[in-house]
């Protein structure tokens, strides 16, 4: 079945490093890829997605590239904050359907 | 718009006991959906609604767990003789039809005793 990998548990940077998370993916169709972000006591809040190969999605200055030759859609952000301190998890699916996680990358960003 | 709202937000039940979880989607959004968060397993997919229709219920554990949508404004997720392996976050999710985004309510915290 489909499946979306994060090798990250956790990542510790301070404010105004480069973040990076990874996400590879594994599907037998053409699926969407998004970007979820949850903060403690809330439910997933939607980031971005992206639906088509070579496609950019980018959302409160996050981003991340569909790349159909490489499987994956890796989070990047130039400089992160405090406030950017949650759970970032990866998701495939059919747009308006049900949703496959990957494991959550816990991000903690030190002041 | 209050978002996705779901009640209780923390549940205790004792093992063999009943719990019913209650989800109110989004005025207006057609899709509902139930998904299950763990420490362990992470966020699983449960089951799925489309104009109170089921749609796709392939996360249901089959023998005790069972979903309605009696009408456009609520959802109810029910367990039956719950298990300590059923303690989770249950969480309800609304879409408006073919919409990308999909909203999530804070989750219901369920805790078998």
Request: aromatic share 12%; with cysteine; charged share 20%.
């Amino acid at each position: 079945g489909d499946s979306v990998t994060q090798t990250e548990g956790q990542v510790a940077l301070s404010e105004e490093d480069f973040l990076t998370i990874h996400c590879n993916y594994s599907a037998s169709g053409y699926p969407a890829l998004f970007w979820y972000v949850q903060y403690p006591g809330e439910g997933p809040q939607f980031l971005f997605r992206a639906s088509r190969d070579k496609e950019k999605g980018s959302s409160r200055g996050f981003e991340a590239t569909y790349d159909k030759g490489t499987t994956s859609f890796h989070l990047r952000k130039a400089s992160v904050q405090e406030s950017d301190s949650a759970v970032y998890y990866c998701a495939l699916g059919e747009v308006g359907y049900k949703l496959t996680f990957g494991t959550g990358t816990s991000l903690l960003v030190d002041p | 718009n209050a978002g996705v709202i779901q009640t209780p937000r923390h549940k205790v039940t004792g093992k063999g006991q009943e719990a019913t979880l209650w989800c109110e989607p989004i005025s207006g959004h057609s899709a509902v959906f139930w998904y299950r968060q763990t420490i362990v397993q992470g966020l699983e997919f449960l089951t799925y609604f489309r104009n109170q229709a089921p749609i796709d219920d392939s996360g249901m554990p089959k023998e005790r767990f069972s979903a309605q949508m009696p009408n456009q404004s609520h959802s109810t997720l029910k367990i039956q003789s719950t298990q300590p392996q059923d303690s989770a976050v249950y969480l309800c999710a609304s879409s408006q039809a073919g919409n990308t985004e999909v909203f999530f309510g804070k989750g219901t915290r369920l805790t078998v005793v």
